[in-house]
């Protein structure tokens, strides 16, 4: 981790206690060259040797000491940067007709004096060396919020901060900063004058209440403030007064002696108290205890050392909201615990600091904890909905019926170790709270903070105050506080993870009032390689199990068997691979193995090493001892010749220590793995599937990984056997994969970029250059230039019909994922062309093959997503083509007005790199494809039932439908059409292909889709967005000005219109409505563009130019979200499976036939005719308004299938437009057959056909 203030000299006044010494130790500990200055010599001295930096007597109400502080400074450093004013006075709280003018010279001296002294005598060094300085006053929020009976004392502080705001502009153009920070009064030397009696406890508290902030400031505060302040990241930063406010009131946060080593962003979440009914609380006697970094084994924050008498409070506030919270329905719990796994996700990065310092590992360690503790969260979510909550039963006696109901037990009681502190917090705490328990967590003495943050974010996310509790307790206090919980009547389940001892007693006093318990002990985990073992794999996933953490996990490695035959190649590649880690403090950058927790693990695993080695072990790696120096650190040991008599083959290790044992047979590793009193993990690696299900079979162990080193998920049950524990957490198979959509939306991005990045194209320079092609306004524009153009436009277009007339045949013989495949091949490639042309020719077969692969892109994309998107979604994940579309085209925007500015350095480079930017989006959609699931329309067609099936379920899977009826329905609707359709087919005579031209309502669908892409594109966006630098320069623009208004144009649809539009189409329930307002928007704002240009292009109005700049912006508001996401979800739903290709494809050649016309001859015609060109799109959409209105059906919220309905068809089987009754009845019958192996001619009356 790199120091903020590393190789800087800084100066701290008042440095040997309150304030000054937190700021020195801060300083210190970010690389700073400290000197502290104070009165008190002896006190001075104590601090400057604790804290290993310098120290001065001096007064700083005299100038001449302060001289002596520059010289010392250049003497021992060469150097001088920071200055923090920190010394000051204060005379006792009293009335002001009361005070003297001893209180009055005494707080002028020494808080304005020495800031007067200081400025004077140092400010001329900064100067004459023209070098940077930093002074910052510790000031007081007495100088901005008065307090009554201490005028002078504010007036002094008012002074200070406001002489530091005036210097801060006299002296920033020499680069010397001032700035103020700001307490409120803090526990110092000088508390009891502010508060004006004693510093007692009770007296502190009653003052605490009147100050405006809510508590005192501690050191720590004012050090993270002037660390801030003084480091190179707050180098713009002058004239500001600080006032430090890490928490919000004196309950969030206990006083905290030691000064954070680390800073947070959100300051609300780290609190150094207990929790307790939605409030921080201290330990009932003030009782405090310190947490150790094992990352430096000192103390840097404290919390409070609860006792039995803090147990009390806690469980009532448990059982207490029991009695409502128990009550609330599974789905209000669900919403719940989505909701905090939200907010956790949010603190993820400040938690896992946190983490480090608590635990000691890497912070890669404690942000992957953090992302395993959310899938608790994440699933139990899910399980609170989709748990079994009762039964009935018929009874062996007549007319007798059985019936369970399952209820929440009432108050949890977590008991929650030090190594995994946050996943197991919330593997517990979220199991009770989505079975409606509430939950009292006992922290780890190490650990004790990520538990009262993650409970305090429950709140946040709106669990009732009460319905999770967390106490705090050192070591001392922890066996009582244990008993206390598991003996109290009201708590009627216990967690426990932590060893067997323990676990053993917990059991023994839940068992006198037969609580239910789980618990889930220590481990001694074997992990078996074979001699056919994938040996990579197996060495890839030992290194992680073993020496993650330092080894401190129950599911740790710790005996690794290896079968002879490879035992000595084996030692030897894991010696070398173990010697490549790197020990050291977690938030060290390269640090890859962190400290040990406890120094009491250090103690037991040099017991279990030296006794393995006086029994013969031999050491290949390490010395199993700690390493000198702070912290808890060993590094990692290897021990072989291991026998089955020694200590550490036997017992729980939790230290990186590893003994490798040789075996020769099945039988006999499968005894020696289970000759242990332990039984949590084993793990077996070979390629024999025999001998796996052998091995699974006869190892003891409560889990077991084959051929994989960690086999703990939320998703498995969690537990043991033996001394292991009893009982499991988790459990139950979910698993949703939503990454369909955004996978296929790159190929919606490639369309979008490829389509538009030829608009700042024509706005570079170095391309007219390259290619001898006249820029505007010089001869031979209107010809040869506008030609090129017209051509590049052209040529893409016609490659873009093409394709999408390839995909008519294509997507049905070949599937939508392998169309997809190929159309990101042609796009890629197409790229790849234009941005390496040598000549014009290549460029303009670039755009050709772009074109194509585009024309497929643009086909295929929305077709499979319509397919894949359940009905009342369809709106917002179709949606998503067009999202990304114009995400292409803002891309394409902003890149080429960021390449504009190499024009002069490197021109060809301003042109080339926005055109190979093309191969980026297909890139990732053809490796993304591979992970993408086919068609389930189409696998049905294809007769592949059982994959379609899979697909489905797979989609629809939910904590909602734990029975799987979304999927029931949807896959016998789709294959009861099919069969209709193709019967009706049969009935016909003719295939899919003539079934177009001879079928009327077919041949209405090809009409209609035709005219949606047609016609939407004739509504003048590609117009506006290909010609727009040209439009912006008619308008007055100039130079870069017409690309960043292009971009910031396309911005606007990316970010907000396009989105919105997907949004609205599965609240709006009308398609049409939606397409018929964006077509009018569209008409309004091109009328009020063309008058514009009429009147004002040419000319210097700057106010009518700059309307018709509106109406651009305004052009799109409409066009954004009404037009350009409904051009394609309603495509994409109007055909049957029979014709949708053909459908969709006929569709999108409108389109680029209309774009092939436009942009054709939009450059000639605005050459020719100017503004008046704008009439094609004001003619059109007045004409096609009307059509839409009376011509093209309603289609939103129905099913593709039941769409049919809508022009006239057949439905095979309707769902989701009948009475609930009906589709109850439909409900019940698929309930009884297998869907995926019915026959299609299943019982239409069920289905209300």
């Not at 005598?121 to 007081?140: D, H, N, T, W």
């Not at 002696?257 to 947070?264: M, N, Q, R």
């Not at 305004?1114 to 055909?1135: H, K, N, P, R």
Request: glycine share 10%.
């Amino acid at each position: 981790m790199s120091a903020r203030l590393q190789g800087k000299v800084a100066v701290v006044t008042g440095g040997a206690s309150g304030f000054g010494k937190g700021v020195a130790a801060k300083f210190v500990s970010e690389g700073a060259n400290v000197i502290i200055t104070d009165l008190s010599k002896e006190a001075g001295e104590a601090v400057a040797s604790e804290l290993n930096c310098l120290f001065l007597r001096a007064d700083v109400t005299k100038p001449d000491d302060w001289r002596t502080v520059l010289s010392l400074a250049l003497d021992k450093f060469k150097q001088l940067d920071i200055v923090i004013n920190n010394a000051g006075a204060t005379y006792a709280n009293k009335p002001t007709e009361d005070a003297t003018e001893a209180d009055f010279d005494l707080v002028m001296n020494v808080n304005v004096k020495s800031v007067f002294h200081s400025t004077n005598i140092l400010v001329p060094y900064f100067m004459k060396e023209k070098r940077p300085g930093c002074f910052i006053q510790v000031a007081s929020t007495a100088g901005t919020r008065p307090r009554p009976n201490l005028t002078w004392y504010n007036a002094s502080k008012a002074a200070a901060i406001n002489a530091t705001k005036t210097m801060a502009v006299e002296y920033g153009p020499h680069q010397i900063r001032f700035n103020s920070v700001s307490p409120v009064v803090g526990s110092t030397g000088m508390t009891h004058l502010f508060i004006g009696k004693p510093d007692t406890e009770e007296n502190r508290k009653g003052f605490v209440s009147t100050i405006p902030l809510g508590r005192p400031s501690t050191p720590s505060d004012i050090a993270n403030a002037c660390c801030y302040l003084a480091s190179d990241e707050a180098n713009f930063i002058t004239g500001v007064n600080l006032e430090t406010r890490t928490m919000a009131n004196t309950q969030q946060q206990g006083s905290n002696p030691h000064s954070l080593p680390f800073t947070i962003q959100n300051n609300d979440l780290l609190h150094l108290n207990s929790y307790v009914h939605g409030e921080f609380v201290s330990a009932k006697d003030n009782g405090t205890f310190d947490i150790i970094d094992p990352g430096t084994g000192e103390p840097w924050a404290t919390c409070p050392d609860c006792n039995v008498a803090d147990v009390e409070p806690a469980i009532a506030s448990c059982y207490d909201t029991f009695q409502s919270y128990s009550k609330t329905t599974p789905r209000q719990r669900a919403k719940l615990l989505m909701k905090w796994h939200e907010l956790i996700l949010e603190s993820k990065e400040d938690l896992a600091k946190i983490l480090v310092h608590e635990t000691g590992k890497t912070l890669a360690e404690a942000r992957g904890e953090i992302d395993y503790a959310l899938t608790f969260v994440w699933w139990f979510s899910g399980e609170a909905d989709r748990g079994e909550h009762g039964t009935t039963m018929t009874c062996s006696v007549p007319g007798r019926r059985g019936m369970t109901n399952k209820r929440p037990i009432g108050v949890a009681a977590a008991l929650v170790p030090w190594n995994f502190p946050i996943a197991l917090a919330l593997r517990k705490a979220a199991a009770a709270l989505a079975a409606g328990c509430t939950m009292v967590i006992k922290t780890s003495p190490e650990t004790p903070l990520t538990a009262v943050s993650v409970a305090h974010l429950a709140t946040k996310a709106g669990f009732p105050a009460g319905a999770l509790n967390v106490l705090t307790t050192s070591l001392e206090n922890t066996p009582a506080v244990a008993e206390a919980m598991c003996l109290d009547p009201r708590v009627k389940k216990v967690s426990f993870t932590g060893s067997t001892r323990v676990g053993k007693l917990i059991s023994t006093l839940c068992a006198k009032d037969l609580k239910k318990t789980t618990l889930e002990l220590g481990g001694n985990c074997p992990f078996i390689v074979f001699d056919d073992a994938n040996v990579n794999q197996a060495m890839e996933q030992l290194m992680n199990l073993k020496w993650r953490h330092a080894g401190q996990a129950c599911v740790s490695s710790n005996r690794l068997f290896v079968q002879s035959g490879i035992y000595d190649s084996f030692v030897e590649k894991l010696v070398s691979q173990a010697k490549a880690l790197k020990t050291g403090h977690g938030m060290e950058e390269g640090t890859t193995m962190g400290a040990l927790t406890t120094p009491r693990g250090l103690d037991k695993a040099e017991e279990l090493y030296k006794e393995a080695v006086d029994k013969g072990a031999k050491t290949v790696l390490g010395n199993g001892k700690r390493e000198n120096g702070r912290g808890y650190f060993m590094k990692p040991t290897i021990l072989t010749n291991m026998a089955d008599d020694m200590a550490i083959t036997h017992d729980e290790i939790f230290a990186p220590v590893l003994g490798i044992y040789r075996f020769d047979s099945e039988e006999e590793v499968t005894k020696r793995a289970n000759d242990t009193p332990y039984g949590l993990t084993s793990y077996v690696f070979t390629k024999n599937v025999d001998r796996l299900m052998r091995m699974f079979e006869n190892l003891d162990a409560g889990m077991i990984g084959l051929n994989v080193g960690n086999c703990s998920s939320a998703e498995a049950p969690f537990g043991g056997i033996k001394d292991s524990g009893h009982g499991k957490e988790s459990g139950k198979d979910v698993a949703i994969d939503e990454l369909v959509t955004v996978a296929v939306a790159f190929g919606s991005l490639t369309y979008g970029y490829c389509s538009s990045v030829i608009g700042s194209t024509i706005g570079q320079p170095g391309w007219y250059n390259f290619f001898n092609l006249p820029m505007q306004g010089e001869p031979g524009y209107g010809t040869t230039t506008t030609q090129a153009i017209s051509t590049a436009n052209g040529i893409y277009s016609a490659g873009g019909a093409i394709g999408t007339l390839f995909i008519m045949w294509a997507a049905t013989a070949l599937g939508r994922k392998r169309s997809i495949q190929i159309g990101g091949a042609f796009a890629l490639l197409g790229g790849a062309l234009q941005g390496g042309a040598a000549n014009l020719g290549m460029f303009q077969a670039g755009r050709f093959l772009a074109g194509l692969g585009i024309g497929i892109l643009v086909t295929v994309c929305p077709m499979y997503m319509g397919e894949l998107a359940p009905h009342d979604k369809r709106g917002w994940l179709v949606g998503h083509h067009a999202i990304f579309l114009v995400f292409g085209y803002m891309l394409s925007g902003w890149l080429g007005y960021a390449c504009y500015f190499s024009t002069e350095s490197n021109p060809d480079f301003a042109w080339r790199f926005p055109l190979c930017m093309q191969c980026l989006a297909p890139l990732v959609l053809l490796i993304t494809s591979a992970w993408i699931p086919e068609s389930p329309r189409w696998l049905l067609q294809k007769g592949r039932v059982e994959d379609a099936w899979e697909v489905i379920r797979n989609l629809r899977a939910s904590p909602e439908d734990p029975n799987e009826q979304v999927a029931r329905e949807e896959i016998y609707q789709i294959k009861m059409q099919l069969a209709l359709d193709t019967a009706k087919l049969e009935t016909l005579g003719c295939g899919p292909w003539m079934a177009v031209f001879k079928k009327k309502s077919y041949r209405k669908r090809m009409i209609i889709g035709f005219l949606t892409q047609w016609g939407a594109e004739f509504a003048g966006p590609l117009i506006i967005n290909n010609y727009s630098v040209i439009l912006y320069t008619n308008l007055g623009q100039t130079g870069s000005m017409p690309l960043l208004l292009s971009a910031l144009w396309l911005t606007t649809a990316g970010i907000i219109y396009n989105p919105l539009g997907a949004w609205l189409h599965d609240k709006i329930n009308s398609r049409r409505w939606m397409f018929m307002a964006g077509l009018f928007g569209c008409l309004i704002t091109t009328s009020g563009l063309a008058a514009c240009i009429a009147e004002f292009s040419g000319t210097s109005n700057k106010a009518g130019n700059a309307a018709g700049v509106f109406f651009v912006f305004l052009y799109l508001a409409f066009q954004g979200t009404l037009c350009d996401t409904t051009m394609y979800i309603y495509v994409s739903e109007i055909f049957p499976t029979e014709i949708r290709p053909i459908g969709m494809g006929f569709s999108l050649f409108g389109q680029f036939a209309s774009t092939l016309i436009l942009l054709q001859t939009a450059p000639i015609g605005f050459v020719n005719v100017g503004w008046k060109y704008y009439l094609v799109i004001i003619v059109w959409c007045i004409f096609f308004i009307p059509i839409v209105y009376f011509y093209f059906p309603e289609t939103a919220n129905l099913s593709l299938e039941e769409i049919s309905a809508r022009f006239g068809d057949d439905v095979a089987v309707h769902v989701h437009d009948v009475p609930e009754e009906q589709r109850k009845e439909l409900d019940n019958y698929l309930n009884k057959v297998d869907v995926a192996h019915m026959e299609d001619s299943g019982p239409k009356s069920k289905a209300g056909a």
